[in-house]
């Protein structure tokens, strides 16, 4: 098996979709936990 990624980008990666999951299931609910993981996100 050849790797394709190093930890820390697959750390990165996994850590942005958890983010825009986040972003993506309070868009309705929860404006400021929305606002916060998209300002995740976008830094």
Known sequence: ????WDPMGRLFHWALVVTFAIAWL????LPRTH???GY????
């Open 1 to 4: 098996m050849i790797p394709v």
């Open 26 to 29: 309070t868009a309705d609910e």
């Open 35 to 37: 606002g916060l993981a």
């Open 40 to 43: 995740v996100v976008d830094r």
